[in-house]
């Protein structure tokens, strides 16, 4: 197995050179400053050993080992833990006791000496030379160029002056992109899931997250001030009482929507530092765990409205104020945990439908709007939510006929966003397919003569088996046509 070393001037684009590997080819991949969650306790990692870090006897001297966080800021919240560089060594070890047991995998690091002092450089030397025995290492330094530049087999100089071109080893103009294809060499890791890391979710996001107890804390807080403030409403009032509600249960929830986005960021990063089995899986437990804090928060509201006012003590008024509460915060699901969208963006996006709900939905002015345009309040679950209360429902226009039909209009109007997310998503994927298609057909036209003999350079004797037995596949897949 072999060692290759990136090196380079500052600037001349060594990092996005690793970041070109990496969406190549379905690799392992530890950036300079890569994050994990910060109140993740390190020693209920699943699967993982930590006193094989070389700082772990301090904590255990401390009596601190089996509470110590990986430390860091998420979501603008600072987490006492783990120092920096600590945080890369424990990721580093991660990913080395990961892919012990398997080989011929691509590891990808970038500035592996970054942030930690020398003390434990012989350490992530130690780790390197264990995993190249059975994987292929690529990595980019600035720190310790002639320790790596030894211990490496071939050695990759990229320059600021022309991004087309590499040089390989004493090759001069080699061509970028098929030194990055020649490089996409390997197996993908294979991780299979378990209990134990659904306890582990359980454990980091339900039974030590601050997050969600800082939302019980407001939400208690809030909806008491609620309860004090509008005792002994009058019936009449109870349009203004449920917006009140409404707002307030909308605000509970909102700082944690707004954290979602950091969340898959750090939940991708820790994807590709093999910290559990599956983003896709992990993304599907946190829109579960959001959407019962939604379901929670909507029981509270529903409680405290009741005991302030007389008349809504109907359950169709809890499913009315959930799906009201759903139809404005299921975006923050959408685009926070399922897009790649910059928080700013998914902010703006998903805060988009409380803000249309004001405008359209004709709740705050009831049979107001210009023509045409009023028609939208169709498709808001609030405008049904106003029909099902006495006094406003003969304000509102062409309310439905029927209870029944009212109920089913409003569940069918707070889901449509979902709906419509789910389609241009499917749109996306096909789109991407094909895509994916047309880059495969042209990494294919890349992989001429000059290209084999750059991956024999790189890899030697094992290029030679790799090119034999994909042309053997190619083989048989023409003659299967």
């Not at 772990?56 to 509470?67: C, Q």
Request: charged share 20%; hydrophobic share 45%; net charge negative.
């Amino acid at each position: 197995m072999t060692l290759t070393v990136v090196v380079g001037s500052s600037g001349s684009g060594k990092t996005t050179f690793l970041n070109d590997v990496h969406k190549s080819h379905k690799c392992i991949y530890i950036r300079q400053y890569h994050n994990i969650r910060p109140y993740v306790t390190v020693s209920k990692i699943p699967n993982f050993d930590p006193t094989r870090l070389p700082f772990w006897d301090i904590y255990e001297r401390e009596g601190t080992a089996a509470t110590i966080k990986a430390g860091g800021t998420m979501a603008g919240e600072f987490t006492a833990g783990l120092s920096g560089g600590q945080r890369k060594l424990l990721l580093f070890e991660l990913v080395a006791q990961r892919v012990a047991s398997q080989s011929n995998l691509l590891i990808v690091l970038d500035e592996p000496f970054a942030g930690v002092t020398d003390d434990f450089v012989p350490f992530i030397v130690k780790r390197l030379n264990e995993m190249r025995q059975n994987h292929e290492i690529l990595l980019v330094t600035n720190d310790h160029v002639d320790t790596l530049k030894e211990m490496a087999d071939n050695t990759i100089t990229v320059s600021a002056i022309d991004r087309t071109k590499v040089q390989v080893n004493k090759i001069e103009g080699v061509s970028r992109e098929k030194t990055i294809l020649a490089l996409a060499i390997g197996d993908a890791y294979e991780y299979k899931g378990s209990w134990d890391d659904l306890r582990f979710f359980l454990d980091v996001e339900v039974f030590n997250n601050g997050a969600l107890l800082g939302v019980a804390m407001f939400t208690l807080f809030v909806f008491g001030l609620f309860l004090a403030t509008f005792w002994d409403s009058k019936e009449e009032n109870a349009p203004l009482v449920l917006v009140a509600g409404g707002i307030v249960a909308y605000f509970c929830l909102n700082p944690y929507l707004l954290s979602l986005a950091d969340w898959r960021n750090f939940m991708g990063e820790e994807a590709e530092a093999l910290l559990h089995a599956s983003k896709d899986m992990n993304n599907f437990l946190k829109s579960s765990l959001t959407m019962l804090l939604i379901l929670i928060v909507s029981v509270v509201q529903f409680g405290i409205t009741n005991a302030v006012i007389n008349g809504l003590e109907s359950s169709s008024f809890w499913v009315a104020m959930l799906m009201d509460s759903a139809s404005m915060t299921f975006p923050f699901i959408c685009f926070g945990l399922y897009t790649k969208l910059p928080f700013q963006a998914v902010e703006i996006i998903a805060s988009m439908p409380f803000l249309f709900m004001i405008f359209f939905s004709t709740t705050f002015s009831p049979g107001s709007g210009v023509a045409i345009l009023k028609e939208l309040r169709y498709l808001f679950a609030r405008f049904y939510f106003w029909c099902m209360i006495p006094g406003i429902r003969d304000d509102m226009e062409n309310c439905p006929s029927t209870d029944e039909k009212n109920l089913l209009y409003m569940i069918l109007s707070a889901l449509i966003g979902v709906v419509l997310f789910l389609a241009v998503m499917g749109i996306s994927s096909l789109m991407r397919s094909k895509k994916n298609k047309k880059m495969s057909s042209k990494k294919n036209a890349l992989k001429d003569d000059e290209f084999r003999d750059l991956q024999i350079e790189l890899y030697g004797e094992k290029a030679m088996d790799i090119q034999s037995t994909n042309h053997s596949t190619s083989s048989k897949k023409t003659e299967g046509v």
